[in-house]
């Protein structure tokens, strides 16, 4: 599975929108992005997941590069309550989930 | 519907002692995964189960780590003679073997060895 590379760290006012990026320049073709979230002291959280096309659901927009090897998560309006670790994974839907390791995520810190 | 569970939420052991972790998955769900996510760290992959196929096992990271699932049911994560350096939160998630194959997560246990 393609590694991927998200900063550290972000930092966003409440009510703006928070855009993670997240490079995958080794993707394959049959490679999907998928992003997750992990609140403090819970367990991760599916938020949205794409192959090529941009993607939009109730929680967040996905924007992948046409190469393919960036993608952006959009979160519209961001709450304080999105402060969380985010982490971006590709991996080729459903035979070697686990090989594609969550990282370290980026730390988005959403403030009032 | 209900999500996944896993039991004990905390566990405290001596060093040395063998723990037996358990996770529920959601019904239905073919594909269970094991993680371990040492303090301020990423998710680190143990193992996946996929319906009646050979786990991948290439995640544990010795022998004294071992899973069992029966089914696609419950999952049991066993950690022989522990150490020091598995205290960690482990996390199974589950997942349909179906577009978009997204995993949900457990709350996670808490693991410290003393």
């Known amino acids: 599975d393609a590694k991927t590379t998200q900063p550290p760290s972000m930092d966003c006012a409440e009510g703006r929108a928070a855009n993670l990026p997240c490079n995958h320049s080794?993707?394959?073709?049959?490679?999907?992005v998928y992003w997750y979230r992990q609140i403090h002291s819970q367990g991760p959280q599916y938020i949205i997941h794409?192959?090529?096309n941009n993607e939009t659901n109730e929680m967040a927009s996905l924007i992948i590069t046409e190469d393919r090897k960036s993608s952006t998560l959009i979160l519209p309006h961001a709450t304080l309550r999105d402060t969380a670790v985010y982490y971006c994974?590709?991996?080729?839907?459903?035979?070697?989930?686990?090989?594609?390791?969550f990282g370290d995520g980026t730390t988005l810190t959403v403030k009032p | 519907g209900a999500g996944v569970s896993q039991s004990p939420s905390n566990k405290v052991t001596e060093k040395g002692k063998d723990v037996e972790l358990r996770c529920d998955p959601i019904?239905?769900?073919?594909?269970l995964y094991w993680y371990r996510q040492r303090l301020g760290q990423g998710l680190e992959f143990l193992i996946y189960?996929?319906?009646?196929?050979?786990?991948?096992k290439s995640g544990l990271p010795s022998d004294r780590f071992s899973a069992e699932r029966t089914g696609e049911s419950v999952s049991t994560l066993t950690i022989q003679r522990t150490q020091q350096e598995d205290s960690a939160v482990y996390l199974c998630?589950?997942?349909?073997?179906?577009?978009?194959?997204?995993?949900?997560f457990g709350p996670g246990t808490r693991l410290t060895v003393t």
């Open positions: 994974i590709v991996r080729v839907a459903p035979t070697n989930a686990g090989k594609s390791t």
């Open positions: 794409g192959l090529k």
């Open positions: 080794t993707i394959s073709g049959n490679e999907y």
């Open positions: 189960f996929q319906g009646n196929s050979a786990p991948d």
């Open positions: 019904s239905g769900h073919t594909a």
């Open positions: 998630a589950s997942s349909r073997l179906q577009p978009p194959y997204e995993q949900y």
